[in-house]
């Protein structure tokens, strides 16, 4: 049996719990790393503000996965978590203006997680369709707060928000904005990643397989799942802070429930329970817009009706895509991804 | 006599209308096998949940080691040396049997979010010293070939083994098995019932198991508890259960030819 490349053995369990099994699969990662460096120095602003939107989305998309792919709890509030986050970012930028980016950041998403911990307590009742029906209602109540609550945001017409700054130094344009959201990105993956090589990740995965299973194993489940609800929003409302950030400008018309559900088609796309399928599917998702929209606007000239159809074009291939995965791949493209990867190194006795 | 591992006093549980246990009350030695025998829908299973805590009884206690915990959650029974298995294997079938091993560690490892999160340092040593508890186990249960194979992908009869090897990763006081060989092969059979053997020999866990084979129970426990429509009929040594007309009468009732054994034996 073929395994991990030939000659590759291990030699401690340490080493065979590592996340890259190889150090072709480490210098690919670094070396893409470095490559993505460079994306600030000659993307136009349209592509600069694409990129800064993928990375916010992978952030969302990874928080959203880590309560509904690895812990089981279908949730429609991941709009609303996000509105928190981008709502305290907002609130802190004017009334705290001292007060670093970073700090900002990690506050708005505390609140996330407090506010997306309050809103999962159903959960310890309620699994499936009741839950999402019960997040479902979150959205709808943060979203009733934050069209009335014009003191802090502003109401239907929204609130301006302060560029993220620390001292004198402010990162006001795509390109710095880029940095912070793409290194704050690659912390955030990482640390998912890590956190289900160990014991709270894995709980939240037996929660998922089997929770009679999983309490009897030792897992409280109230607790376990509350903690998923608090991990998650606070991702989420880290991905909102820096929306808020890039946006400038926040309403209500940011956070409509259909983003909720832009998100659940990221995390069903690109897999569920899986920190990869939660990349590929918040690329995907982000994506496709763009490339109907580039795709559209070339063909306009020989056929201008296009762009009038572009719409209703978008959801329609939005859906499809949708629909197409579920059929065809319904592990979603990180197990793709997997096949392709055990096919080569396999080859040629890919029997 | 020295404090029971368990004890069940007066234990009553209804469903709805159903009385699935009455009154129920034995006692498990420490150190020992003991077994719950009687014909299908006796509430063999429905008296495991309440010792887990899967149910909770309308009447009665469970007292464990001394201590009452009748009105304990499932995870705290677990954290005082509770383990199960489960008549219809109940693994988490998308892991690992490595993952599966794994999460019966959780009760014994502290790192939270945060040293989880970052890994290197704590993380990594605490997660690294519970793989080779869990390696010992893997090689006490002869299971080291499917150590990377996702759970739901295998043999049925290797499934109840990684049960066996999930609870004994607890490293628990009591093991109560709900049926552990049902189904198996008579090579299968005789693997497990020597797995348990060792496990009460070699680690000193207390067992309590329910099984239908009667010739497994006669061979390995010292005292079995027979129950009948939810009563307990019988409480003995295995001879002593053999004799007992009640049983013998409850058995003949049946038509389950492998249950029948235990009348002509
Ligand atoms: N969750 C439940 N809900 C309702 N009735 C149940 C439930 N569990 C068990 N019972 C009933 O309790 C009785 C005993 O069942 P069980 O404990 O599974 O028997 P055994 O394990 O001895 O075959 C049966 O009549 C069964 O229908
Ligand atoms: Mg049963």
Not at chain 2, 171 to 191: F, H, V
Request: hydrophobic fraction near 50%; aromatic fraction near 12%.
């Amino acid at each position: 049996m073929a395994t991990i490349r030939c000659g590759d053995f291990k030699t401690s369990y340490a080493k065979d719990m590592a996340i890259f099994d190889s150090a072709f699969a480490r210098w690919c990662l670094a070396l893409f790393l470095l490559a993505l460096l460079t994306v600030p120095l000659y993307a136009s602003s349209y592509w600069m503000d694409v990129t800064n939107r993928v990375g916010i989305a992978i952030i969302g998309a990874v928080g959203l996965n880590i309560l509904t792919g690895f812990t089981g709890q279908i949730s429609l509030g991941n709009a609303a978590f996000m509105a928190v986050g981008a709502y305290a970012t907002a609130y802190l930028g004017a009334h705290l203006p001292g007060l670093p980016f970073v700090l900002t950041i990690l506050l708005s998403g505390f609140l996330a997680a407090v506010v997306g911990m309050v809103f999962g307590v159903p959960s310890l009742r309620l699994k499936g369709l009741y839950l999402a029906m019960a997040t479902l209602a979150a959205h709808f109540i943060i979203e009733f707060v934050a069209t009335h609550w014009n003191d802090v945001t502003g109401g239907v017409a929204g609130v301006s928000v302060a560029p993220a700054s620390f001292f004198k130094y402010s990162l006001d344009t795509d390109s710095k904005l880029f940095y912070l959201i793409f290194g704050l990105m690659f912390f955030l993956v990482f640390f998912a990643k890590n956190l289900f090589r160990t014991k709270v990740g894995k709980a939240f995965v037996a929660i998922r397989d089997q929770d009679i299973s999983a309490e009897v194993m030792g897992v409280n489940l109230f607790k376990y799942k509350l903690m998923s609800f608090g991990i998650s929003s606070f991702y989420v409302g880290v991905a909102g802070s820096l929306l808020a950030y890039q946006a400038k400008y926040i309403s209500p018309e940011n956070f409509p429930i259909t983003l909720a559900i832009d998100y659940l088609a990221m995390i069903i796309i690109g897999g569920m329970g899986s920190i990869l399928g939660s990349i590929l599917g918040a690329i995907f998702i982000t994506c496709l817009p763009e490339l109907l929209r580039l795709g559209a606007s070339s063909l306009s000239g020989t056929f201008p009706s296009l762009v009038g159809l572009f719409a209703s074009l978008k959801l329609g291939v939005f859906g499809l895509a949708i629909v197409l995965f579920l059929v065809f791949e319904p592990d979603g493209m990180a197990e793709r991804w997997r096949k392709i990867k055990t096919y080569w190194r396999l080859y040629p006795f890919s029997y | 006599m020295s404090t029971p591992q368990l004890e069940a006093k007066n234990v009553m549980l209804r469903f709805g209308g159903v009385t699935a246990i009455k009154d129920v009350s034995f006692a498990v030695e420490p150190g020992a096998i003991h077994a719950i025998i009687g014909p299908n829908g006796a509430g063999k299973t429905s008296l495991l949940n309440a010792i887990s805590g899967v149910y909770r009884p309308q009447q009665g206690q469970i007292i464990f080691a001394g201590q009452d915990i009748t009105r304990m959650k499932p995870y705290e029974r677990t954290s005082r040396g509770l383990a199960r298995t489960f008549q219809n294997i109940a693994l988490f079938k998308n892991m690992t049997v490595l993952d599966n091993l794994l999460i019966g560690r959780h009760t014994h490892q502290h790192c939270g979010i945060l040293k989880g999160g970052f890994y290197y340092g704590p993380g990594e040593r605490e997660e690294v010293a519970h793989r080779m508890v869990v390696e010992d186990i893997i090689d006490f249960l002869e299971i080291q070939h499917i150590r990377k194979k996702i759970v739901g992908t295998l043999a049925y009869g290797l499934q109840k083994r990684v049960e066996l090897a999930r609870a004994l990763a607890l490293e628990p006081k009591l093991l109560l098995l709900d049926e552990p060989m049902a189904g198996m092969n008579a090579e299968e059979k005789e693997d497990m019932a020597r797995f348990i053997i060792d496990t009460n020999e070699d680690r000193g866990t207390t067992v309590l198991m329910i099984e239908h084979d009667m010739g497994v129970v006669m061979d390995i426990s010292i005292r079995v508890v027979v129950l009948n429509f939810g009563v307990k009929i019988a409480d003995g040594t295995p001879q002593e259960v053999q004799r007992d007309p009640h049983v013998q009468k409850a058995y003949l009732g049946q038509e389950d030819a492998e249950v029948a054994g235990v009348a002509e034996a």
